[in-house]
């Protein structure tokens, strides 16, 4: 099992755990590329700028597709048992060790965790309390959707 996904540097793990929220929203790219574009404008002018960190999807699908139950009962059992492996994550929810590795690589990718090596094996950090998920149902976004008959 090779996994690709970088290493955070330290500062990025201290930063990321002084955090307690992660937001999950569905936009846009050039939503995503406006709110970017937007906030280097306020940086540069000094002004504030909202540093909550933020994932976001570009369709209500990708995003039910990653985040769902069962990958969600995944981050909470890492939140609460805080397994010490990638194979002790695989037997904290009693799943194949070849699948969890690839969601929790899948996870690592997306900033939703992270991973502390010690030695060989590579702990899976969920780094946030509390994860909120904003939906906007905007209809002239042209991601709606679909309803049945």
């Known amino acids: 099992m090779n996994d690709t996904t970088p290493p955070l540097h330290p500062m990025e793990r201290e930063q990321l ?13 050039s939503e995503f590329q406006d709110d970017v ?17 933020t994932l976001s999807f570009t369709s209500y699908d990708d995003l039910m597709e990653t985040l769902t139950p069962r990958v969600l009962d995944l981050i909470e059992a890492i939140r609460q048992e805080e397994p010490s492996s990638i194979n ?15 969601e929790l690589s ?3 990718q997306l900033g939703i ?3 502390e090596e010690d ?12 994860l909120v998920i ?7 976004s042209g991601d709606t959707a679909a309803v049945a008959p």
């Open 17 to 29: 755990q002084a955090e307690s929220t992660l937001v999950v929203t569905v936009k846009s790219s």
């Open 37 to 53: 574009s937007d906030g280097i404008k306020a940086l540069e002018q000094g002004d504030a700028v909202d540093s909550t960190p």
């Open 88 to 102: 002790e994550t695989a037997r904290v929810v009693d799943r194949d060790v070849k699948n969890v590795h690839e």
């Open 106 to 108: 899948r996870l690592a």
């Open 113 to 115: 965790i992270f991973f």
């Open 119 to 130: 030695g060989q094996s590579k702990r899976p950090v969920v780094w946030f309390n509390e």
């Open 134 to 140: 904003n939906l906007p149902f905007d209809p002239d």
